[in-house]
T-cell receptor, first 113, second 114 residues
Framework: ELKVEQNPLFLSMQEGKNYTIYCNYS?????LYWYRQDPGKSLESLFV?????AVKQEGRLMASLDTKARLSTLHITAAVHDLSATYFC?????????????FGTGTRLKVLA | EAQVTQNPRYLITVTGKKLTVTCSQN?????MSWYRQDPGLGLRQIYY???????DKGDVPEGYKVSRKEKRNFPLILESPSPNQTSLYFC?????????????FGPGTRLTVL
């Protein structure tokens, strides 16, 4: 069974601190996506990681992909309250195949002032 | 404005009463998809479509139907809704299959089946 697991599921952190969210997946995939969802809102794309070793950064967020370890990380640097949201990773296991997307269960981040 | 729209945004219905949730995108995207979001389960894909007249099952297709007669529209049909289909539904689209593009999500439809 194809699985995408995120941890932690819940994260409460102080402003100014650093932390990392992990996304492990059980199938071969070259593409991994990170999304953000604010409470009561839709999903917004953050990063698309397309190959092994890919690293992307936007503001205080940096995402990386290790396809050999089947692991992606989302690193938060010097957190601010505005980063409070739920973060999802998703895998496209098909590549040139099925084009099904599998999402992780999400990491709910709360940044405390 | 480039967007994915869904209607209705909120719907309360009763068991067995057929309903359709519409989804439309104005970005000329080939790939469209439906998801349901339930607490603790993340998003699960219901159906997807790689182009007009081409659809395929996602992970949780039971109880749902879709059609793709036009590129821009991808309605989700519940022929006989049941309470376990109470959920938050999202439609999404992306440029093309095998694309490096991400998916763009609609605003969501909150469905309650009594």
């Amino acid at each position: 069974e194809l699985k995408v697991e995120q941890n932690p599921l819940f994260l409460s952190m102080q402003e100014g601190k650093n932390y990392t969210i992990y996304c492990n997946y059980s199938t071969t995939s070259d593409r991994l996506y990170w999304y953000r969802q604010d409470p009561g809102k839709s999903l917004e794309s953050l990063f698309v990681l397309l190959s092994n070793g890919a690293v992307k950064q936007e503001g205080r967020l940096m995402a990386s992909l290790d396809t050999k370890a089947r692991l992606s990380t989302l690193h938060i640097t010097a957190a601010v309250h505005d980063l409070s949201a739920t973060y999802f990773c998703a895998v496209d296991p098909g590549g040139s195949g099925t084009y099904k997307y599998i999402f992780g269960t999400g990491t709910r981040l709360k940044v405390l002032a | 404005e480039a967007q994915v729209t869904q209607n209705p945004r909120y719907l309360i219905t009763v068991t067995g009463k057929k309903l359709t949730v519409t989804c439309s995108q104005n970005m000329n995207h080939e790939y469209m998809s439906w998801y349901r979001q339930d607490p603790g389960l993340g998003l699960r894909q219901i159906y997807y479509s790689m182009n007009v007249e081409v659809t395929d099952k996602g992970d949780v297709p039971e109880g749902y139907k879709v059609s793709r007669k036009e590129k821009r529209n991808f309605p989700l049909i519940l022929e006989s809704p049941s309470p376990n289909q109470t959920s938050l539904y999202f439609c999404a689209s992306s440029l093309a299959v095998a694309s490096t593009d991400t998916q763009y999500f609609g605003p969501g439809t909150r469905l309650t089946v009594l």
